[in-house]
């Protein structure tokens, strides 16, 4: 066997439309939480920040399906990244990579963004990660890269599962807490025996007072279902956390209205029906699709190109992925992006057509 000579400087970037992803590896993480690592199909490097996300791009059953997932993966290993997912009772796209995917089959996917994660800009040396369920991976790719990269940061990982047999990664969460010294674990589970050592129950004020004494002190990341988050943030206003330090990120994509109607063109979201403003009718000019359509400045501009008939990605259609990302050449929108857009691309002229209302007569790269 003959080891390649690896320089990342020779190599090309990985974007989406690069090229296709190649699975090469399969791990069950539990009885339904599975892990898939992608490289490029042309040995291309990803280039990414722990907590980002890509779009899987899918054909089911003769019918396109696109779904976000965070990466688990750090991006201090370049060339892969791993996505851990898990079956759920609608899940189109998670249960098909569950029951399908093969190690070699190859998938599209869109390029990596979103911009949950480490707050480069504005660190505490001292974090909490907190997730519920599968609301664990952006925290293991934060981990992984603090942990690979040896940066002096006080880490305290705690994850929320149902039971102990739901608890995603746990040797490898178990191992940095015995071989780190500045990392520590804590596992709440909702059901556990009676030998389970760890919490029990929903997360409370005194539970978290008791595992986290510094909360106060901590850049604080969360990710889970939105009733975890909700609990969370109840309990951080409660003892007065100073929530410029907190940071979080909705992992329930997979069941958004928004991702299933991928399935459904034909479904449209309202919005803002009703509304008492004066609606003003703005042109659209949509450069490579050869066409102008009609958008109130009342409505999302994702909504009023899907009225046209006219095929678009998107996955969350809450501007928290990415995916309907595009450049505007000229005009002006009101837009409230939830973290899908990097400030350098809003710099660089781009807009979240599902977030985005006119302000003025647009022209789109789209
Ligand atoms: S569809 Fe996800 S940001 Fe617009």
């Given at each position: 066997m003959?080891f390649?000579?690896?320089d990342?400087d020779?190599m090309?970037?990985?974007?989406?439309?690069l090229?296709?992803?190649?699975?090469i590896?399969?791990?069950?993480?539990?009885?339904n939480v599975?892990s898939?690592?992608?490289r490029?199909?042309?040995?291309?490097?990803?280039?990414?920040l722990?907590?980002q996300?890509?779009?899987?791009?899918?054909n089911?059953n003769d019918?396109?399906?696109?779904?976000?997932y965070t990466?688990a993966s750090?991006p201090?290993?370049?060339?892969a990244?791993?996505?851990?997912?898990k079956?759920l009772?609608?899940?189109?796209?998670?249960?098909?990579m569950h029951?399908h995917l093969?190690v070699?089959?190859c998938?599209?996917?869109?390029?990596i963004?979103?911009?949950?994660?480490?707050?480069?800009?504005?660190p505490?040396d001292k974090?909490?990660f907190?997730?519920?369920g599968s609301?664990?991976?952006p925290m293991?790719s934060m981990?992984?890269?603090?942990i690979?990269l040896?940066?002096?940061?006080?880490?305290?990982?705690l994850?929320?599962?149902?039971?102990?047999?739901?608890?995603?990664?746990?040797?490898e969460i178990?191992?940095?807490?015995q071989?780190?010294?500045?990392?520590n674990?804590h596992?709440?589970?909702?059901?556990?025996d009676?030998d389970?050592p760890g919490?029990?129950g929903l997360?409370?004020?005194?539970?978290?007072?008791n595992?986290?004494s510094d909360?106060?002190e901590?850049?604080?990341y969360?990710?889970?279902?939105k009733a975890?988050?909700d609990?969370?943030?109840s309990?951080?206003n409660?003892i007065g956390?100073?929530?410029?330090?907190?940071h979080?990120?909705?992992?329930?994509?997979?069941?958004?209205?928004?991702?299933q109607?991928?399935?459904?063109p034909?479904?449209?979201?309202?919005?803002?029906e009703?509304?008492?403003?004066?609606?003003?009718?703005?042109?659209?000019t949509?450069?490579?699709?050869?066409?102008?359509i009609?958008c109130?400045?009342?409505?999302?501009?994702?909504?009023?190109i899907?009225?046209?008939?006219?095929?678009?990605?998107?996955?969350?259609?809450?501007?928290?992925?990415?995916?309907?990302?595009?450049?505007?050449?000229?005009?002006?929108v009101?837009?409230?992006?939830?973290?899908?857009?990097l400030?350098?691309h809003e710099?660089?002229?781009?807009?979240l057509?599902c977030?985005?209302h006119?302000?003025?007569d647009?022209v789109?790269?789209l």
């Open positions: 003959v390649p000579k690896i990342i020779d090309p970037k990985w974007e989406g439309d090229a296709p992803l190649e699975c590896a399969i791990k069950d993480e539990t009885h599975k898939f690592t992608f490029s199909k042309v040995d291309a490097w990803f280039e990414f722990p907590g996300h890509t779009t899987l791009f899918l089911i019918v396109s399906v696109m779904r976000t990466i750090s201090t290993h370049p060339h990244i791993t996505i851990t997912n079956l009772e609608n899940g189109t796209v998670t249960n098909w029951t093969k070699g089959d998938i599209d996917a869109l390029n963004g979103g911009s949950f994660g480490i707050a480069f800009d504005q505490r974090v909490l907190m997730s519920g609301g664990i991976t293991l981990s992984r890269y603090l690979d040896s940066i002096d940061s006080d880490i305290v990982f994850h929320n599962a149902q039971t102990p047999r739901d608890l995603i990664a746990k040797d178990d191992f940095y807490e071989q780190q010294s500045n990392f674990r596992y709440i589970c909702d059901n556990a009676d389970w919490e029990r997360l409370s004020l005194t539970m978290l007072n595992l986290v909360i106060i901590r850049e604080v969360c990710c889970g279902p975890y988050m609990n969370v943030k309990i951080l409660e956390f100073d929530m410029a330090h907190y979080q990120e909705s992992f329930d994509i997979e069941s958004s209205t928004a991702q109607n991928m399935a459904e034909d479904k449209f979201i309202a919005h803002e009703g509304e008492s403003i004066e609606v003003v009718e703005y042109n659209i949509l450069q490579e699709t050869g066409k102008t009609k109130g400045s009342n409505t999302n501009i994702l909504v009023a899907q009225k046209e008939g006219i095929v678009t990605p998107f996955a969350c259609s809450m501007g928290m992925c990415g995916t309907c990302r595009t450049k505007m050449i000229e005009g002006k009101d837009m409230d992006a939830q973290g899908g857009l400030k350098s710099a660089e002229g781009y807009i057509t977030c985005s006119p302000e003025s647009l789109l790269e």
